[in-house]
């Protein structure tokens, strides 16, 4: 059976990945968590869910400004 979601680990932009990565460092590096290059296996759940939390809470506020026109 064929997923929907094929392929959706991938960015089809490959400097948006380089955008992200950064974006995820800064938001991590805010937040206090230990983000690091490479294995980060040693960080809770919580702690990367704070991070993904908080980069969708910033990208959702920033897209609503720009439909406002801000």
Do not use: C, H, W
């Amino acid at each position: 059976m064929s997923s929907s979601r094929s392929g959706s680990g991938r960015m089809e932009v490959p400097q948006a990945r380089e955008a992200m990565d950064r974006f995820k460092m800064e938001v991590a590096s805010e937040l206090g968590v230990p983000l690091k290059e490479g294995y980060n296996g040693d960080l809770t759940s919580a702690q990367n869910g704070s991070v993904g939390g908080e980069m969708v809470r910033r990208m959702i506020k920033r897209q609503e400004e720009e439909m406002a026109g801000k």
